[in-house]
C-alpha cells in the first residue's frame, strides 16, 4: 500500500549534478515530513535533507549546504534532490523515506533520530573521475 521509490542515481564526474526523485504512493508528501538519508559502505547512516509538511521548509546537513536543495511536487506527490557541485564524498546509496504523523511542523526533529516511518530501498550515487 504505502511506497516509496527513489530513481535518478547514477555515476558523475566530480562537479557534475544529479537530480533524484522519490515517488510516494499510500499517502500524501504534503502531509508528511519527508527525509533524504544516505549511507556509504563501512560508514553510518548520515541525514542528508528534510522537507517539512506545511510550509515545505527544509534543513540540511552542513556537508551539503549550497550544494543540494530539496523540493516538493504535490500535484505528482514526488519529492526531488538536487545534487550539485558533487564530491566524491557524496558517494552513498540514497534513500527518501516518510514520517506521516509528524509531532512538529518542523523536520528537524524526524531528521535527528531518524524517526521515519516509512523507507524506499534507495539509488546509488557514485561521484567519480
Known amino acids: 500500500q504505502v511506497q516509496l521509490v527513489e530513481s535518478g542515481g547514477g555515476m558523475v564526474q566530480p562537479g557534475g549534478s544529479l537530480r533524484l526523485s522519490c515517488a510516494a504512493s499510500?499517502?500524501?508528501?504534503?502531509?508528511?515530513?519527508i527525509g533524504w538519508i544516505r549511507q556509504a559502505p563501512g560508514k553510518g547512516r548520515e541525514g542528508v535533507s528534510c522537507?517539512?509538511?506545511?510550509?515545505?521548509?527544509?534543513d540540511y546537513t552542513d556537508s551539503v549546504k549550497g550544494r543540494f536543495a530539496m523540493s516538493r511536487d504535490n500535484a505528482r506527490n514526488t519529492v526531488y534532490l538536487q545534487m550539485n557541485s558533487l564530491k566524491p564524498e557524496d558517494t552513498a546509496r540514497y534513500y527518501c523515506?516518510?514520517?506521516?504523523?509528524?509531532?512538529?511542523?518542523?523536520?528537524?526533529?524526524?531528521?535527528?533520530?531518524?524517526?521515519?516511518?516509512?523507507w524506499g530501498q534507495g539509488t546509488q550515487v557514485t561521484v567519480s573521475s
Open positions: 499510500g499517502f500524501s508528501v504534503d502531509a508528511s515530513h
Open positions: 522537507i517539512s509538511v506545511g510550509d515545505g521548509s527544509t
Open positions: 523515506a516518510a514520517d506521516i504523523s509528524p509531532l512538529s511542523d518542523s523536520c528537524a526533529a524526524t531528521a535527528r533520530l531518524y524517526e521515519y516511518d516509512y
